[in-house]
């Protein structure tokens, strides 16, 4: 892929309450920031989860998304993987390609 870089994507679904322990491990991690969607939807593990909120945005499911350089994931994905063994969530890395690598240096 000419002139893209390649990186780390992490996508992490967690109960909304659960994000903001979430979202100090990406930032500690080096990632230079994060992407928090809100009122998830889907089915899985867990059953059924409604995207629409019920009081406020703790009672929903949110999906928090970093890219970061690839020699940078390693720390962020453990720190993930050990917060999700006590609690529902999932995460996803994959590799992706960026077009301005220094938004993410």
Do not use: W
Not at 2 to 27: C, F, N, Q, S
Not at 72 to 92: H, N, Y
Not at 94 to 99: G, I
């Amino acid at each position: 892929m000419e002139a893209l870089t390649k990186m780390t994507r992490i996508e992490i679904v967690i109960p909304g309450r659960d994000a903001p322990p979430i979202r100090e491990l990406i930032t500690s991690a080096g990632s230079t920031g994060y992407t928090a969607v809100s009122g998830v939807s889907g089915l899985g593990h867990h059953g059924q989860h409604s995207g629409a909120l019920l009081f406020n945005e703790y009672d929903t499911l949110t999906m928090l998304i970093t890219v970061l350089p690839t020699e940078k994931a390693p720390a962020l994905i453990g720190a993930v993987r050990q917060l999700l063994e006590d609690g529902p969530g999932v995460m996803f890395v994959a590799d992706t390609y960026v077009s301005r690598p220094e938004y993410f240096a």
